[in-house]
């Protein structure tokens, strides 16, 4: 079966020495094996998300994070402002009212970043149990700078928690959850973990447990502090899947073999070589100078590329990128550089990409 490699964002490329660790005979949910199993990805999750503090392991999606975050965050009567700069952090909007939650929101032009001005003008005079912000809006190429929102936060609004989706970033750029006062940090296997889609992390501060014991009607399959009782025994509540946390122990080991500050830094490599490449090639690039993401670059169509017609060209070289979210469809392309991709991989695409352009 032939195989078409991805640069797009999400799923990433899984090498299959990681798709190969999946297929270990199966254990039991409830055995030592598996409490083992577990145990280990937790402390190499740690180091991913240089944190001390616990990080949740989940069976789903990121979405099912974000409203993991939200039900354990806000209280009832309590506000949750949503900072939408793309389409993801609009689902953040979207998850907080379906979670009933006085969810409001606050609306930048696609493109920007959610900038600590924005929040800070915001929040000014009321009361906010949290804020939910993207940090990598997979939709736009927009990196927006949550270390600098946190402090902002820390200073002048120290009761409101920080909710920060970090899906399409995590392990692709640089996320120092501690050090930046985060007190949410979420993300998902797919992206630039690169590793099959199906398991979701957040990495949770002591103050979110704290507001927890605060709100009512937390669920059951998202309680934070339902988590925390089985995490301490290196457990989860309901059963894990088993196969996947057998891929990730392996592909978060060879991510701390490879080491965090030169994975971020091949990322920043990949980035810059494929917004060169657009640049050079009469596109633009759609997210604001100085807040262009490590891990998709969304290029604006300024030529007016038939993305079908580039689509089969790619996919006969056995290769594939992503046509604009939303409403951009059609209006931008959207470029992959995460996970596992090297610089010669990135280059091959480019190449594509560049005769393409000449045929």
Same mark, same amino acid.
């Given at each position: /079966? ?17 798709? +190969? ?10 055995? #030592? ?16 998300? /240089? ?22 965050? *806000? ?5 949750? &402002?949503?900072? %939408? ?14 979670? #009933? ?19 800070? &003008? &915001? @929040?000014?005079? #009321? ?19 949550? #270390?600098?929102? $946190? ?12 909710? %920060?989706?970090? %899906?399409?970033?995590? $392990? ?9 006062? @985060? ?9 630039? @973990? ?9 990495? *949770? ?11 009512? =009607? ?11 009782? !089985? ?19 392996? +592909?978060? =080991? ?36 100085? !807040? ?14 038939? !993305? ?7 996919? $006969? ?7 604009? !979210? ?14 596992? %991709? ?18």
């Amino acid at each position: /079966m032939s195989h078409t490699r991805l640069f797009i964002p999400g799923p990433s490329e899984v090498r299959p020495e990681i798709l +190969q660790a999946q297929t270990a005979p199966m254990i039991g949910h409830r055995s #030592g094996d598996c409490d083992a199993l577990i145990a280990s990805v937790e402390a190499k999750l740690q180091q991913v998300f /240089m944190t001390a503090n616990r990080v949740y392991i989940l069976a789903s999606s990121g979405s099912g994070l974000q409203e993991a975050a939200i039900r354990n965050s *806000v209280r009832a009567g309590q506000r949750v &402002a949503c900072f %939408v700069n793309g389409a993801f952090s609009l689902r953040w909007h979207e998850v907080a009212a379906g979670c #009933g939650k006085e969810a409001v929101r606050f609306d930048l032009p696609w493109g920007q970043p959610v900038r600590p001005a924005d929040v800070d &003008a &915001a @929040l000014a005079g #009321g009361a906010w149990d949290a804020v939910a912000v993207v940090h990598n809006e997979t939709s736009t190429g927009v990196a927006s700078p949550v #270390g600098e929102i $946190a402090a902002l936060l820390r200073a002048s609004y120290p009761e409101t928690l920080l909710l %920060v989706d970090a %899906v399409s970033s995590l $392990a692709g750029d640089w996320i120092p959850t501690d050090a930046w006062g @985060l007190d949410i940090c979420l993300t998902s296997s797919q992206k630039a @973990l690169a590793l099959p889609p199906g398991l979701a992390f957040a990495a *949770v501060s002591d103050r979110v447990l704290a507001r927890a014991r605060e709100v009512s =009607g937390r669920g059951w399959y998202f309680d934070f502090l339902v988590l925390e009782k !089985y995490l301490v025994k290196n457990t989860t509540p309901a059963t894990p899947a088993i196969s996947l946390l057998r891929a990730a122990d392996r +592909q978060l =080991g060879d991510i701390l073999a490879e080491g965090m500050d030169a994975r971020v830094a091949r990322h920043g490599r990949l980035a810059s070589l494929t917004q060169q490449w657009a640049l050079s090639h009469g596109f633009g690039l759609f997210a604001a100078e100085g !807040y262009r993401s490590q891990t998709v670059t969304c290029v604006e169509n300024t030529p007016g590329i038939d !993305y079908a017609a580039l689509s089969r060209f790619l996919k $006969a070289r056995g290769l594939a990128i992503s046509n604009g !979210y939303g409403d951009l469809k059609g209006k931008t392309l959207r470029i992959a550089h995460m996970g596992d %991709v090297s610089e010669a991989e990135m280059q091959e695409l480019l190449d594509a990409l560049s005769d393409y352009m000449v045929n």
